[in-house]
Each structure stands twice: as structure tokens, then as C-alpha cells.
């Protein structure tokens, strides 16, 4: 039985890995003036981020449509596929679930939509870890088994720079962002269960840093670690060079998807990790 593997861009898989495992992705949308494009496809993230701060009015972002995951669906099936597990981004936060389980109403019980609960590598580990079973040659039931398994070890945290994006999006008062910012907050969150959750803030970037590697340390051993970024790879790469840390698989460092740039705003520093 040969299964197929889908999820979305806000998985935030690098294309290397993407090619070598044949993972399919659907690419959300984020919409500047009234045009849609495809993240990582029509505009690349780094230009992306550097024209984010311009942006009047601010951009919106837009979950892919139901026949863009049925395309991808049909394609599978026509190589020769017979199951497909399609992994997303939480569908708390997101349209994206919602649009690939409808789409996959049309197949029968051909494919099993999961819920990650989880944003960016928060997705794309539990993705990686179906391509490796997959690759080993598991059956369906026992990739199903290590996904949901590597949903409960994962844990993504962040620190942003400023509270303005979130503002913009709606996701904090406009009072709230407007004292943060006054005061140079860089509130740290944590993702847990679908929900993002404050965990603390930090007067400057450096202290803020700080927590984030206490909080990253606080989750103890982690099998799969990606430190993020939203157009700060200079400042993520030595981040990762401080920590040193002694990994089965290679740590990443990753440019997160427009779709979630674009709450964050540039400059975001964060983690993704599977904990031992």
C-alpha cells in the first residue's frame, strides 16, 4: 500500500526536505492591496518581510481553497497512491484544516486529515516524522500511530519584537500594543493545545533572548529542534551556534511562513522542538 504525504506551506518544511521525501505542499495566501500570492511561491519570504513595515493598508492572509487541496489530492491518487495522511496547522487558529477536510470528503476514507494543533515546524516535524515511517515502509496505521505521538512531544515558543503586528491583526487591543510598544515589551508566547499563551516579557531583545532559551532548556532533551525567524537569520543562526546542541537529526534554522510573519512582524525569534 503506498501512502501519500500532504500538508501546507505554513509547515514551514525546507524544499530540500520537501523533494526528498515527495511531501506535497499547498501553499496558503497572504493578500497585499488586493492581490493574492502564494507564500514562497509568487513572493519570497525575505521580500516579504522587508516590505512589511511599508505596508498601508496592512495585508490580510487567506487559507488555501478547497480545490487547491483536492488538486493536490487527485494527483496523488493518479501516481499510484492508496492512503493519504494530510498533517495541517491548528484549526483554531487557521482555515487551513478545515479546507483540506472538506476537500477530502470527496475521497472516501482514502485520507486522514490530522490536526497538529501546532504552527510552522510545530507542523512540519510530526510531516517529517510520517515521510521517515513512510520511507521505512510502516503501514498506515503505524505512521498514524508516530504522528499523533510526536504531537504530544511538541512545543513551539517565540519571542516578538514589537506588539504592532499583532495590533494590526486584531489579535491585542490597540491600547495594549500602543503601552507595550511605548515601554519596548517583547512578549514571549508559547503555543500549546491550539492556543497561544503568554509566557512572559523582556524589556530589551537581549533579555528577551534570554527567557527564550530558558524556556526552550525547560522542556528538557529535544530529539528535532528548529530555531525561528522571521528575516532575523543572522541573529537565529547564532542562537543556534550558542546552544550547540548534540542532535540526531541536523537543527534547522528557518524563515516562518508570511502567513504567520505577518501577526509577528519581523525580527521574531523562536523554537520548535520535539522533547525527548
Given at each position: 500500500?503506498?501512502?501519500?504525504?500532504?500538508?501546507?506551506?505554513?509547515?514551514?518544511?525546507?524544499?530540500?526536505?520537501?523533494?526528498?521525501?515527495?511531501?506535497?505542499?499547498?501553499?496558503a495566501l497572504v493578500n497585499i492591496a488586493g492581490k493574492s500570492y502564494r507564500d514562497g511561491i509568487d513572493i519570497t519570504r525575505e521580500e516579504y518581510y522587508t516590505r512589511l513595515p511599508r505596508l498601508n493598508p496592512p495585508?490580510?492572509?487567506?487559507?488555501?481553497?478547497?480545490?487547491?487541496?483536492?488538486?493536490?489530492?487527485?494527483?496523488?491518487?493518479?501516481?499510484?497512491?492508496?492512503?493519504?495522511?494530510?498533517?495541517?496547522?491548528?484549526?483554531?487558529?487557521?482555515?487551513?484544516?478545515?479546507?483540506?477536510?472538506?476537500?477530502?470528503?470527496?475521497?472516501?476514507?482514502?485520507?486522514?486529515?490530522?490536526?497538529?494543533?501546532?504552527?510552522?515546524?510545530?507542523?512540519g516535524f510530526p510531516v517529517l516524522t510520517a515521510a521517515e515511517a513512510i520511507g521505512r515502509g510502516a503501514l498506515l496505521e503505524e505512521v498514524i500511530s508516530l504522528v499523533e505521538n510526536v504531537f504530544r512531544r511538541t512545543?513551539?515558543?517565540?519571542?516578538?519584537?514589537?506588539?504592532?503586528?499583532?495590533?494590526?491583526?486584531?489579535?491585542?487591543?490597540?491600547?495594549?500594543?500602543?503601552?507595550?510598544?511605548?515601554?519596548?515589551?517583547?512578549?514571549?508566547?508559547?503555543?500549546?493545545?491550539?492556543?497561544?499563551?503568554?509566557?512572559?516579557?523582556?524589556?530589551?531583545?537581549?533579555?528577551?533572548?534570554?527567557?527564550?532559551?530558558?524556556?526552550?532548556?525547560?522542556?528538557?532533551?529535544?530529539?528535532?529542534?528548529?530555531?525561528?525567524?522571521?528575516?532575523?537569520?543572522?541573529?537565529?543562526?547564532?542562537?543556534?551556534?550558542?546552544?550547540?546542541?548534540?542532535?540526531?537529526?541536523?537543527?534547522?534554522?528557518?524563515?516562518?511562513?508570511?502567513?504567520?510573519?505577518?501577526?509577528?512582524?519581523?525580527?521574531?525569534?523562536?523554537?520548535?522542538?520535539?522533547?525527548?
Amino acid at each position: 500500500m503506498k501512502i501519500g504525504l500532504v500538508t501546507d506551506s505554513t509547515a514551514d518544511i525546507p524544499p530540500d526536505l520537501v523533494a526528498r521525501h515527495d511531501i506535497r505542499v499547498v501553499p496558503a495566501l497572504v493578500n497585499i492591496a488586493g492581490k493574492s500570492y502564494r507564500d514562497g511561491i509568487d513572493i519570497t519570504r525575505e521580500e516579504y518581510y522587508t516590505r512589511l513595515p511599508r505596508l498601508n493598508p496592512p495585508p490580510t492572509t487567506s487559507a488555501p481553497s478547497v480545490g487547491d487541496f483536492q488538486e493536490r489530492y487527485e494527483d496523488l491518487f493518479r501516481n499510484g497512491v492508496s492512503q493519504i495522511i494530510s498533517i495541517h496547522t491548528a484549526k483554531s487558529l487557521s482555515g487551513i484544516f478545515n479546507g483540506a477536510r472538506l476537500a477530502a470528503q470527496d475521497f472516501g476514507q482514502r485520507i486522514h486529515v490530522l490536526d497538529s494543533n501546532q504552527l510552522t515546524l510545530g507542523v512540519g516535524f510530526p510531516v517529517l516524522t510520517a515521510a521517515e515511517a513512510i520511507g521505512r515502509g510502516a503501514l498506515l496505521e503505524e505512521v498514524i500511530s508516530l504522528v499523533e505521538n510526536v504531537f504530544r512531544r511538541t512545543r513551539v515558543a517565540a519571542l516578538l519584537d514589537t506588539l504592532e503586528y499583532m495590533r494590526r491583526s486584531g489579535r491585542v487591543s490597540w491600547t495594549r500594543a500602543f503601552v507595550g510598544n511605548i515601554l519596548n515589551i517583547k512578549p514571549l508566547v508559547e503555543l500549546k493545545d491550539g492556543i497561544v499563551h503568554r509566557s512572559g516579557q523582556a524589556r530589551t531583545r537581549t533579555q528577551g533572548i534570554l527567557r527564550l532559551t530558558e524556556i526552550l532548556h525547560s522542556w528538557g532533551p529535544v530529539e528535532r529542534l528548529a530555531v525561528l525567524h522571521t528575516n532575523a537569520e543572522v541573529t537565529a543562526r547564532q542562537l543556534l551556534e550558542d546552544l550547540k546542541p548534540k542532535l540526531a537529526s541536523p537543527p534547522l534554522v528557518v524563515n516562518v511562513t508570511t502567513t504567520i510573519g505577518t501577526h509577528v512582524g519581523p525580527n521574531g525569534l523562536g523554537f520548535a522542538a520535539v522533547v525527548a
